[in-house]
């Protein structure tokens, strides 16, 4: 009787069990893969919820609609200068000055949205030591201007060319406009020269890359997988390192004094000019904030997938909600900083250093948000040194 009773309970758990297993089984099978990789935060997490999020039509909008766009209008703003610099020969009145000057910043401001793509053919031909090294080296640009003779690929002619040498050019080669005409007043002047193979060699560097991204571009949307290699995590390094070092370092931290024991005002963008290291900086912060948001070019209406895009697409947890508008916050208080500074960092820095650290700072709180905070939601790696300690 008992061996009856204990085959029967033997039988009874084995058939429980099994229903159990497979109860578990179905209810596992039940549940949307996605919805239960989100509530993970782990490396596996990250990868699989970007299966859902469309890289590859972030990238595009990236190409199409805001790199390749502001290459197009930087190459085609540096033909109108040359245009006005080649008059300069034959007619080198204060109203023709004031012209190039005038064209010399529209590209500048240009360039502003152009300096954080150092990928592909930029990173190559090391585009941007070619454009906006600064300060300039006066003594090697006026032995370059003497001599007649110079090779603008030389990386010690990096700080000789670009938009700060054209700066130098326009503004600082004589104490007052009176002074600066007279070195163009002479036919066919090494002056002039000097300043025509500038700008030669600005158009041709700007035309390389230009031209390069038409056939780069689909190898660039293409590479949308999470490696250290990839587009997105390659651009997602310089947008950063260009936002702590191009932007936060060179144009405030450097010539205020952060990074050595005297302030040192002759390191600020636009130096000679003394009236637009502020607009620079705003275009700036413009250019960063539109693309991190997945604002068009010159079109702001039209809006596309961008990082912003993607860590609300990632804003799973309470870790990582508001990331986004916490870096936009950020962000704008950093451009509200740099409203209330002088028109000119020299003067800025000279009479008030104290407001120019302290609008630093605000921009140092945003390089956090986004080295640290960004990259850890969107899994990549910093793939550049730091040495500032951030």
């Avoid at 229903?19 to 993970?40: A, R």
């Avoid at 120019?356 to 910093?382: H, P, R």
Wanted: proline share 2%.
């Amino acid at each position: 009787m008992l061996k009856n009773v204990a085959f029967c309970l033997t039988l009874f758990i084995i058939a429980f069990s099994c229903s159990s297993e497979d109860d578990q089984s179905e209810e596992v099978n039940s549940i949307d893969p996605t919805e239960s990789l989100i509530s993970k935060n782990t490396t596996q997490n990250n990868e699989s919820v970007t299966i859902s999020f469309n890289r590859e039509e972030m990238l595009a909008f990236w190409a199409d609609s805001i790199i390749v766009p502001s290459y197009k209008k930087l190459t085609a703003d540096l033909a109108i200068l040359r245009e006005q610099i080649i008059e300069l020969n034959e007619n080198a009145t204060q109203e023709k000055l004031s012209v190039i000057r005038e064209k010399w910043l529209l590209a500048y401001k240009t360039w502003q949205h152009v300096e954080m793509f150092n990928v592909g053919k930029a990173e190559e031909i090391y585009f941007l030591s070619h454009m906006n090294v600064y300060p300039v080296n006066e003594d090697r640009i006026t032995t370059n201007i003497n001599l007649g003779e110079y090779d603008l690929e030389n990386p010690n002619n990096y700080a000789t060319q670009g938009f700060p040498a054209l700066d130098f050019m326009l503004y600082g080669i004589g104490i007052n406009d009176d002074e600066i005409l007279e070195k163009y007043q002479v036919v066919d002047s090494n002056h002039y020269k000097y300043l025509i193979d500038l700008i030669d060699k600005m158009i041709s560097k700007s035309t390389i890359v230009y031209e390069d991204w038409q056939t780069f571009r689909d190898e660039f949307v293409a590479s949308s997988e999470n490696t250290a290699t990839s587009s997105i995590n390659k651009l997602s390094n310089d947008f950063i390192y260009y936002f702590e070092k191009g932007l936060r370092a060179n144009k405030f931290g450097i010539p205020a004094g952060v990074f050595s024991v005297n302030k040192l005002p002759n390191k600020v963008e636009g130096y000679y000019s003394r009236s637009f290291s502020k607009v620079l900086a705003l275009e700036s912060l413009d250019a960063v904030k539109n693309f991190f948001v997945g604002n068009a070019f010159e079109n702001e209406s039209l809006i596309g997938k961008s990082f912003q895009a993607y860590l609300s697409h990632l804003n799973t947890d309470a870790n990582n909600v508001g990331l986004g508008d916490d870096i936009l916050s950020k962000l704008a208080l950093a451009v509200e900083k740099v409203n209330e500074l002088s028109d000119s960092f020299v003067t800025q820095i000279n009479n008030d250093n104290t407001a120019m650290l302290i609008t630093y700072d605000s921009i140092q709180a945003v390089v956090v948000l986004l080295k640290v905070d960004m990259l850890q939601t969107l899994n990549i790696n910093v793939d550049y040194a730091d040495a500032d300690g951030d």
